[in-house]
């Protein structure tokens, strides 16, 4: 009796498996395939002699080959996707190190985050102060009819008033009738049409907002500049309530040593009007070249709603009164942090802008 092709055939297996388990990376592994379940295979040479056998024995023969057969393919397809993870790590690894200073410094040094500019930040404080005085905050537009910036505040067309502010006019419609508004007082007006409309008098608000002028930008003015602007409307409203609410607020946001005082002025819209200043932040009040020795620095303006004005909007002056005042959020930041320069608030100088981070 021969011996049968197959009689080393579980020796055989566990050495492709061994071949199989000995591949050590990916390309090993697909080089020696041919020789583990491709042609030149130990497996394939077998099949082949199984022709020499009887017919009778030659289909259980085959049954056995084609089981040792499948054990080493399945052996070899898990090894193969095995090694291809790996290699797959293997590239991702590599790809990291190519980057990995840039990973490495990202981690260390967090990218730098921002912060609010220092107009918006004290635009914040001063609606702080002023909501815990028991004011709310309004809105308004930052392009205005002539009604709203100048007619409703008692400035009419061509009146010599008109010169106290330099305008930007919007090529809208017919010339000059529409701008930008030059200071935040024409939301007084919006406002109190519209609590005469919803019948919400009486009005106590702060109007920020952003306001324009044909300034030429120096020291202390920019085109484009920041305004908050008060007002109170209720009944028996007197000058000693507006001169009460001005010295709380520089206490509150200036400090317990700056005080205000007011100086009568001229306003259109107010009457009596007055310009309020407060010690000068610089030298305390004592006299420097900031305050041209005074001791004080003006910080806006504010009086008593004209008559006139409550008229436009339809208010009945004999039964509400009231005052309002109106002064500059970049000239407050100013005062406050002592910056010799306003325009600075404007150029970008990120090693300006960091110091109020
Ligand atoms: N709107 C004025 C200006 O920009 C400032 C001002 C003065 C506002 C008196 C007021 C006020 O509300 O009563 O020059």
Redesign the pocket.
Known sequence: MTSSPLAELSTHVQDLLARVRGALTLSDLLADEPFIVGKRSILSSLQKSLGALAPEDRKEAGATLQEARRVVEEAFVERRRVLEALRRAQELEADRLDLGDVVVSQVRTPLAVGHPGIVAATQRELEDVFVAMGFTVSDGPEVESDWYNFEALNIPPAHPARG??DTFYVDLGEPETVVLR????PT?IHLMEEAVAAGTLPIHSVMPGR?YRRDTPDARHLAAFH?I???VVDRDITFADLAGVIETFTHAYFGADISSRLRPAF?P??EP?AEFEITCTICRGDGCRTCSQTGWIEL????M?DPAVLEAVGIDGEQWSG?????GIDRCAQMRHQIADMRALIDNDVRFLRQFS
């Open positions: 106290m502010w030059t200071h935040t007082s007084q306001c305004q602007e008060g007002l306003f819209f107010t009007s806006g303006g504010c009086g709603l005052f309002a005042f109106g002064f």
